[in-house]
Each structure stands twice: as C-alpha cells, then as structure tokens.
C-alpha cells in the first residue's frame, strides 16, 4: 500500500461529505457500530509499508489511539484538526521520507475491539480509513492494551525500510492510562489468532524496537511517568496536557527530526511562539539515538 499523495483538497472533500465540522463531537465523527473485519488483526496476516514509484524511499508511521471511554477528545481532535496537520507538516518540513501512515485504535483486551489496524497509506485513504475505525467507548480502567500494538508491529508489519536499508519507522502510542506489565498467551490468541505465549510489554517493546522508534504520548496529566511504560521504554515517554493535544503533529514531527539529527533548538524553533514552550516540555529530556544514512550512532 502507500501510493498517492494526501492533498488538502483531497481533505476539504473528505470533510464536506463526511458532515465534520469544528462543532461535530467524537460519536457524530465516528459512526461505526462494530468493529469491521478488514481492521481485525486476527484476519491481518501482515500490513506492508513498501516502497513504490510513487514513494521509493518509504517510512512507515503507526499512531496508537486509546480510544476508551475517558479519550473521545483525543479522537475528535485527530479526526478534526490533527490528522490533516501532521499529515501537511510532514510534507512541509519534511523530517522523513515518503511517509506512510497507520493508524491503530487501542482498547483493553477485556473489550470486543481491544485492537483495530488500517492500512499504510500515503493519500486520503490514510483519513477515511481513520473515520471507518470503530470508538467502541468502554474501558475506562487503567493501564490499557498499548503492548498489544507493538506485538503486531512485532510480528504483523513487514517494512521496506528496515528491510532495505536498515531505517527504522516510527510508533506513537497517546493516550491518558499506563500500559499492561505483560500480555497473556491466552490474549495473543483471541486478538491474534496466534499460537499463545506469554510476553512482558518491555519483550514486546524491544521485539517492535528492532524496526521502529517507539514512543508514547502521556495525557494523563500526571506528573511521574507511567510506572509500567517507563519500564517497557525508558527515555521515550513524551508528557503532554490535554489542553495541549493540538500540538501533537508540532511533537511528533519534533522527535522525528531530534531522531535524524536535529537538534533541540532547532526543531522547537521552526514553531509559532504559542507551540515552541509546549513542544519544548513536552520532548525535553527524551533519550535519542540520533541516525545519519539510515543506522544509529
């Protein structure tokens, strides 16, 4: 997948026919009932993120929504505003080459949808696709599913540009819960459809860490670290408020380029006034490995 290009025509359409506007709340956005199969990891062999004519030099993205019932904000503000900037600032400031994007919905596996996966896409698809995910609203406890998504990038993403040339795509969880301290075998089979087997999320973390930089987006609010994600991914964990979640494509462009060399001072400083101290805060002190030519110094 990932041919075409997103346009901010090809989103105005989208918007206009969809009936989004800044007044439409996360249950008017997101219309779904169910969960469709095409999202089921269980029927996902594999999502590719593969280079093209279009896009010779693809970088895979996953963004992992929590989309239990305290984080309808968090989906109303990416379906509405979010998704369309990061995806313009991508462009625009350029940190990757030929991104690709997938988008994830995370739940607990207690729930009916406890993960839900689109495809890599490099067009409209990557939006409409977002809109056709299933917010199925329950959950509410804590931690969440987040491992869940970095077994399937584990075992279920297969990536030209670790495969090709050694480069690393990119995860970024967000969401206002800690993570799991593991996930039972008995959970990878009902979500997977996979042969059981127990694994620590910091196994699963470092299992997805082979051929992505992972990172999770805190909205919790609190002042420590999520206790079980700074174990799983010490150093990665980006604190943002809630009032702040439209600064997320300023954040996650941010630690891209900080990963391929920029420095702190120049990333923070491409921003208006009003976002650098947010996005300043927010990625100060994370621990990077910076990259040149596609492998880590």
Not at 116 to 124: M, N, P
Request: aromatic fraction near 10%; hydrophobic fraction near 35%.
């Amino acid at each position: 997948m990932g041919y075409g290009s997103y346009t901010s025509a090809d989103w105005s359409k989208l918007r206009e026919s969809a009936g989004i506007s800044e007044k439409s709340t996360a249950s008017q956005i997101f219309k779904k009932q169910g969960m469709e199969e095409k999202f089921n990891p269980k029927f996902v062999n594999m999502r590719e993120a593969m280079d093209s004519e279009d896009h010779p030099d693809s970088t895979p993205i996953i963004i992992g929504l929590d989309v239990t019932g305290s984080m309808g904000y968090l989906s109303e503000e990416i379906a509405k505003n979010s998704l369309h900037e990061t995806m313009m600032k991508l462009y625009s400031t350029k940190p990757v080459d030929d991104p690709q994007l997938l988008f994830a919905a995370i739940g607990d596996v207690s729930d009916r949808a406890p993960l839900q996966v689109t495809q890599f896409e490099s067009d409209i698809r990557i939006a409409e696709q977002l809109l056709d995910l299933w917010l199925e609203g329950r959950g509410g406890d804590s931690p969440e599913d987040f491992e869940l998504l970095w077994y399937f990038a584990a075992k279920h993403t297969r990536i030209d540009a670790y495969e090709k040339r050694g480069k690393k795509g990119f995860i970024f969880t967000i969401g206002d819960a800690d993570c799991h301290p593991e996930v039972r075998g008995s959970d990878i089979a009902a979500v997977f459809g996979d042969d059981p087997e127990r694994f620590t999320s910091k196994k699963l973390a470092e299992m997805a860490g082979e051929k992505y930089e992972i990172f999770h987006i805190d909205l919790s609010g609190n002042f420590t670290k999520p206790f079980y994600f700074n174990g799983a991914i010490p150093g990665r964990i980006i604190t943002l408020s809630k009032q702040n979640v439209s600064a997320i494509p300023e954040v996650i462009i941010t630690v891209m380029q900080m990963v391929n060399g920029k420095s702190l001072e120049d990333a923070v400083s491409q921003w208006s006034s009003y976002a650098q101290p947010i996005v300043r805060n927010a990625v100060e002190g994370l621990v990077l490995k910076t990259r040149k030519k596609g492998f880590f110094f």
